[in-house]
């Protein structure tokens, strides 16, 4: 948790007494590679955070599987929408690494929000952080060539090759996987 607690000192610093009902609040979770954290149809009602693991998002599209994002180490992991409007996700998140995460409830987080407005403030710049990396995903997508694409996941996840099928990367790129072969063996 000492990992957790120092990711979250990078964001805010919170006071000892909002540490030490975060603390409270969370519950280690180890899971192994394949299981679900939230699946299309069901209502998320937890936020985690991945200690240690890969885990990756996909919506089901005609019987395709389309990976819209990946979550590594410190990252925060839920579905979003589903967490906040209490709606059934859209979306799957599986894990694909035995994983460490740190699991926290909807209902908990909102009880820590009206105690320590700090942990409010935290959470809301949490929150900024997913619109970002959002919002550049987006822009990634609509204005780069596939090319650009892969270059920026290499720069920004460089380990992604080693830990991500290409199959999976491909369907994130929005490219086949032809089309990822062609682009890797150019670089």
């Known amino acids: ?12 610093k919170l006071s000892q007494e909002a540490l030490a009902a975060l603390e409270a609040s969370f519950e280690e979770l ?9 699946t299309h149809g069901n209502v998320c009602r937890h936020m985690y955070f991945l200690q240690k693991g890969a885990l990756r998002g996909f919506y089901n ?3 395709k599987e389309i990976t819209h994002w990946f979550g590594f180490e410190n990252d925060f992991i839920t579905s979003f929408h589903s967490f906040i409007t209490g709606e ?5 998140l599986q894990l694909l690494e035995g994983s460490i995460l740190y699991s926290i409830s909807k209902e908990k987080l909102t009880g820590l929000f009206n105690r320590h407005h700090e942990i409010e ?8 952080k997913y619109y970002i990396r959002l919002e550049e995903r987006y822009v990634n997508a609509q204005f780069k060539t596939a090319t650009e694409r892969y270059e920026a996941l290499l720069k920004n996840t460089p ?8 199959g999976y990367i491909s369907s994130y790129l929005g490219i086949s996987q032809e089309t990822l072969s062609r682009i890797r063996s150019r670089l």
């Open 1 to 12: 948790m000492q990992q957790l607690f120092q990711h979250l000192n990078g964001f805010y």
């Open 30 to 38: 180890i899971l192994p590679k394949g299981a679900f954290l939230v």
């Open 61 to 63: 599209l005609e019987g």
């Open 88 to 92: 059934p996700a859209v979306e799957n």
């Open 121 to 128: 403030r935290l959470v809301r710049i949490v929150y900024e």
């Open 159 to 166: 380990h992604i090759i080693e830990r991500v099928s290409l």
